[in-house]
DNA sequence: TCAGCGCATGTTTTT
DNA sequence: CATGCGCTGA
């Protein structure tokens, strides 16, 4: 019991009452920042120490691997060694791993591949050609969709009943034949793997049996984002006897576009009764201004258990909002701000932008880029998801794997090497018409010389030369493995051929693919294949980063990667209609819902001040559009708020490197220009002091050069226009 | 066979 | 705006 008084002695009655609670099943609806990550963590410190449990037995699940890394190292601080036999990890990576142990009893190839969501939608696409569909009727996105949303309800292709409706055959013909093809490849996608390993389980009674004795303890983190197969998933392996605790809260539930089911907690109370409920309102993030808006935001949705977060802290600052003439501006704002943050103290850090689609990240980082403040973008295009990444990966993945016909169609005939449409065509019909993969189906065109044979040769060095890569990788260390099939491929040697910028970096990457495989440390099977586990994670992680922390940087993140995440200073960019709530979820009350959600999500992220802002007009595929500020702003009470601009005066911030092509008219117009109030150091929102009036704020900036004025608030609560060439303004914060 | 060009189009979030 | 597609000429 010693244990337990450092375990217990910093919780709260209702963390420790979930922290300490008996073996069983127990739903925790933790809100957010009530110290959710924490209980968990807790919780199996105190299982370990209370019931002499082996980490041998515990199970814990997270959603990204960016929480289940949190999660480890928690653990690992709390028990004050490494997590031994524990499986802690997403819910595809733990059942990668149950694949990769039992892949003959899941029907699979010992050397089955990923394949990402990229690679999936240049399958689906490709059949779609073969099957000779309309694709203006089902676009390649639509049936990626679809199969993947059939997968994540557990549903096969042969499940699912037609009901005479033609446009249902269609798509599940297409499923079957991106089944058989799979098959064929022995490539798992996403969703696949859960499925799969449910189908494992649900078919091999011994080795289900095996996983419930062990997983005695299992615990799982944002049980609201599980989907109908996950959920199955955790109903078949868990007993009677196993204990279960699983931390919600519907209020952050903001995957239901890829099948997450809410309900999923209510069925938990249902279907494991009986379940110790335990709730978590208590905050321990956000100041009570957030908080209070936060709650007002959230209080606008219908479908809630409901629940009211609170605070002992302070009510802290106001929330600012601020409403930029363009995207281009509300870039400059942010960074304004940011770097008044970093002169007040606050490391770059404790700083992150966060935003609805990773699209606006572009913009928000030239303004970095250009303001030479260091930054970091999580999501987006991700490392392994690079074209020239994927090409390496796809050598490897074919020398290994000869069936990969992804990996095949990517690279066969890049770097171009005579393989041409009219040979792919032909070596697809082979494979179709005699159900083979595309490399069988090529060795048969070669040995029945169904192609000319300037084509057959050109197929046949291109088959030696992975055979080569395949060859002399067994002797290799995964470093040299990845340089090995870069030369042998001639793939580095095209890119540096290549000129330009573009290329450059694309050169610098495939030195970085190289030096990551020779940091890859294989943490759960060390007797496994390294190069398989690295291909794996390529797939499964894209490149989190989770290492290289070297640099203090402002974060950059989609507000659905943010989840789960906390930092005291927070932006919440390009609060506008149409973008967010996005419009492909407005017009539905249950995604504008889930919309709702991700805002409060976003705000109860920050600890200690929040930020919003909006652009009036937003540069979007090539057309400037005006916004209209988004209906969520309206929704949180306006004495949480303090406006920086007031929305009467909206003037044209107008600077020449940005306006390139409206440099005529802007000699004519009577512009602003407050950018180039940079020299001394003014600009909106800056703090300054005057001899007479004291502190105060600028709120605007009105004409030119030497006739400019400004318009500063005062601490008196006074706002004055004056004329900034006549009056002396010092920089006050 | 392949590079280059013009045209059309779609348009979110992640493992 | 960015990507993919089809057409053309070498």
């Not at 701000?337 to 980082?365: F, H, M, P, T, W």
């Not at 009350?589 to 009036?616: D, I, N, W």
């Not at 003037?651 to 020299?679: G, I, W």
Request: glycine letters at 6%; charged letters at 25%.
């Amino acid at each position: 019991m010693r244990t337990d008084d450092a375990l217990t002695a910093a919780l709260n009655p209702a963390q420790l009452e979930a922290v300490t609670a008996p073996l069983g099943k127990m739903l925790v609806l933790a809100g957010a920042g009530s110290g959710k990550t924490r209980v968990l963590a807790h919780r199996i410190a105190y299982v370990l120490a209370e019931y002499q449990a082996s980490p041998y037995s515990i199970l814990a699940v997270t959603f990204t691997n960016k929480a289940a890394g949190e999660m480890r190292t928690r653990i690992e601080a709390l028990l004050g060694h490494s997590i031994g036999g524990m499986w802690v990890g997403t819910f595809h990576g733990l059942a990668h791993r149950l694949l990769r142990s039992h892949w003959r009893e899941a029907k699979l190839n010992e050397h089955f591949q990923i394949l990402d969501s990229d690679d999936q939608q240049r399958l689906v696409r490709r059949l779609l050609k073969e099957l000779g569909l309309d694709e203006s009727k089902f676009t390649p996105n639509q049936v990626q969709w679809y199969i993947n949303a059939r997968k994540d309800e557990g549903l096969r292709a042969a499940h699912i009943e037609d009901n005479g409706n033609v446009v249902d055959r269609s798509l599940i013909k297409i499923y079957r034949a991106y089944e058989e093809t799979c098959e064929r490849s022995s490539l798992v996608d996403f969703a696949e793997l859960l499925l799969r390993s449910h189908e494992l389980w649900l078919s091999n009674a011994d080795l289900l049996k095996h996983y419930q004795e062990r997983f005695k303890h299992i615990l799982i983190d944002e049980f609201q984002d599980t989907n109908t197969i996950q959920y199955a998933w955790i109903s078949l392996l868990t007993r009677n006897d196993t204990n279960l605790m699983v931390v919600g809260d519907d209020d952050q539930s903001i995957y239901g576009w890829r099948g997450a089911k809410i309900e999923n907690i209510h069925q938990f109370e249902r279907d494991f009764k009986p379940v110790q409920l335990i709730r978590l309102e208590q905050n321990y993030r956000s100041t009570n201004v957030i908080l209070e808006a936060a709650n007002a935001l959230i209080r606008h949705n219908d479908t809630r258990l409901g629940k009211n977060l609170w605070t002992e802290g302070k009510p802290g600052e106001l929330i600012t909002l601020y409403s930029a003439y363009n995207e281009r501006d509300e870039a400059h704002y942010l960074i304004e701000c940011i770097r008044e943050r970093v002169s007040k103290g606050y490391a770059r850090r404790d700083i992150a932008i966060l935003y609805r689609s990773n699209a606006q990240s572009r913009v928000l980082e030239e303004a970095l880029l250009q303001a030479a403040i260091p930054y970091r973008v999580y999501g987006g295009m991700r490392f392994f998801e690079r074209a020239e990444i994927k090409n390496a990966l796809a050598y490897l993945r074919l020398a290994v794997n000869h069936d990969d016909d992804p990996a095949f169609e990517r690279i066969v005939n890049f770097p171009t090497r005579g393989i041409g449409d009219r040979s792919l065509i032909t070596l697809r019909e082979v494979a179709r018409e005699r159900q083979l993969s595309l490399w069988e189906a090529a060795k048969k065109v070669i040995s029945e010389t169904l192609l000319s044979p300037r084509a057959c040769s050109a197929i046949e060095a291109f088959m030696q030369l992975i055979d080569r890569i395949t060859i002399g990788l067994y002797e290799l260390t995964l470093a040299e493995q990845v340089e090995h099939a870069l030369t042998v491929s001639s793939l580095l040697s095209f890119y540096q051929q290549e000129r330009g910028e573009e290329a450059r970096g694309r050169v610098e990457n495939l030195d970085e693919l190289v030096s990551a495989a020779g940091q890859f440390q294989v943490e759960d099977n060390p007797q496994g294949d390294p190069l398989m586990a690295f291909l794996a994670t390529a797939a499964l992680e894209a490149g989190e980063r989770q290492g290289e922390e070297g640099q203090d940087c402002v974060q950059l993140m989609t507000l659905h990667s943010a989840k789960g995440l906390e930092f005291p200073i927070v932006f919440l960019a390009g609060l506008e209609e149409g973008l967010f709530p996005h419009f492909m979820s407005a017009t539905d009350p249950y995604r504008l819902e889930e919309e709702r959600r991700l805002c409060y999500v976003g705000m109860t992220r920050a600890k200690e001040h929040l930020c919003l802002s909006f652009a009036e007009s937003r540069r979007s595929r090539g057309a400037e559009t005006m916004q209209r500020p988004s209906r969520f702003i309206q929704e949180i009470p306006s004495s949480c708020l303090q406006e920086i601009r007031p929305r009467a005066n909206i003037m044209r911030p107008v600077n020449q490197s940005y306006y390139k092509s409206e440099a005529k008219q802007q000699q004519r117009l009577p512009t602003v220009d407050f950018y180039s109030n940079e020299q001394q150091d003014l600009h909106i929102g800056q703090g300054v002091k005057h001899k007479t009036f004291g502190r105060g704020t600028i709120l605007n900036f009105e004409g030119n050069g030497s006739h400019a004025r400004v318009q500063v608030r005062f601490e008196s609560g006074e706002t004055k226009w004056l004329v900034a060439s006549f009056v002396e303004l010092e920089v006050s914060f």
